[in-house]
């Protein structure tokens, strides 16, 4: 159960004005709220959490503790890295209308963002995929939905600054966790 509180706290908190809540919000705001957009995303943020925890746990097994705990620093660098990244937040000047390629793009945005980094390192530092996929599917469709009801909020100014924060404050849990992998903590 752990790993599901975990990993949800972690999909939300992570989540917050990420790529794919983004551009569930512009298309939202560009096309209206239509349903189809959402259960496209809902399903692939809960196939790209799936993915992210399977193999989190398939990876970590074939492990040793203290390789384990340097691949969980390696992930959480990972997800600290991708929160500072500047990105531009423009949105397409013509959104196509087409789920399938919204599917593709979306798909591609959730599974290389913060959230399913972090929840590959709690899947493979607690070797439990299906409590840390099941929290962090939920944590993904409670962010998208929350991207296609209030769009607006995502304009905020603050919004750069707290993803900045928790991105150093990732890259310090990850030199944190590396060190004491090494035997340096």
């Not at 390629?101 to 493979?124: E, G, H, K, M, S």
Request: net charge positive; charged share 10%.
């Amino acid at each position: 159960m752990t790993g599901l509180f975990f990993a949800l706290l972690a999909t939300l908190l992570l989540g917050v004005g990420a790529r794919d809540q983004v551009l569930v919000a512009q298309l939202s705001e560009r096309q209206g709220a239509r349903p189809g957009v959402l259960l496209v995303a809902i399903a692939s943020g809960s196939l790209a959490a799936g993915l992210a925890a399977w193999s989190g746990a398939q990876v970590s097994g074939m492990m040793a503790a203290p390789a384990r705990l340097f691949l969980v620093a390696l992930a959480m660098g990972l997800a600290g890295l991708e929160l500072l990244a500047p990105r531009p937040r423009a949105a397409a000047a013509e959104p196509t209308h087409s789920l399938g390629a919204f599917a593709l793009v979306i798909f591609a945005a959730q599974l290389t963002d913060a959230a399913r980094f972090a929840v590959f390192a709690l899947a493979a530092l607690t070797r439990a995929p299906l409590t840390s996929g099941i929290g962090a599917a939920i944590g993904a469709a409670l962010v998208v939905t929350a991207g296609w009801m209030v769009a607006n909020v995502l304009q905020a100014p603050w919004l750069p600054a707290l993803r900045r924060g928790l991105g150093g404050l990732l890259l310090l849990v990850a030199l944190g966790i590396g060190a004491k992998s090494v035997g340096l903590a």
